[in-house]
């Protein structure tokens, strides 16, 4: 066994139970070539985003921070037929590379990208006054995560699920004197959400081919 043990045992589950089809690898590869950041959630994160979404049999799927579409095809594929998914990407690079993978899954029709600051597309989001989502994927810049959570209250029912990626960061959570302005937005973000009366509400620790991190869950009262 190499030192690598978390992402040994990483591959080894994938091997077993995450059958990337062509979208998936090719979407992987684009993220490589275009040099976009490799912060994708791992293959079996991927699927367990997935079976996650399917159990609430969405309609309507929102995700805040797209990358690479490689989240967004994993969620897209747990909508019900009909279905549809809306996500916000910053960067326009990215959005582009993101287009192109998601037409090779054939989620092109189904799954919108919204170019633009989350924080200024999700009251627009609100304002346009559609019905809401069934499943809110939170994984784009981590300082307003707070108030990026507040919007995702703000665009559910009771019984959304909201998923945020990415709230352990190698426990740099448990530093009170942090200065790290990402670390301090997920800190506030896990603060809100403890203290929360509209959510059931826990964490997850996550290892494997990523650094330690973590999941948050919660379920809409
Ligand atoms: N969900 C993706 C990874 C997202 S990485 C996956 O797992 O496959 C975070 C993304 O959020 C990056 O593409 C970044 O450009 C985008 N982002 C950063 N700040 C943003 C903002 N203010 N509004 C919208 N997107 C933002
Ligand atoms: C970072 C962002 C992510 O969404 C992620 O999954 C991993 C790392 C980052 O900004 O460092
Ligand atoms: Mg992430």
Known sequence: ???DIFGDVDRFINQ?????????????????????????ISENQGKFLYMLARLNKPQKILEIGTLGGYSTIWLARALQPGGKL???????HHADIATSNLQVAGLGDCATIRVGNA?????????????PFDVIFIDADKEPYAEYFQWALQLSHPGTLIITDNVVREARILDENTTDPEVKGVQRFIELLSNSKEVTATIIQTVGSKYHDGIALAIVN
């Open 16 to 40: 077993r139970f995450v059958k990337e089809d062509n979208a998936l690898l090719q979407t992987k590869q684009t993220i490589i070539a275009g040099n976009l950041p490799p912060i994708s």
């Open 86 to 92: 809306i996500t916000l990407e910053l960067d326009q």
């Open 119 to 131: 924080i200024e597309e999700l009251p627009k989001l609100k304002a346009k006054g559609g019905s």
């Open 1 to 3: 066994m190499s030192n």
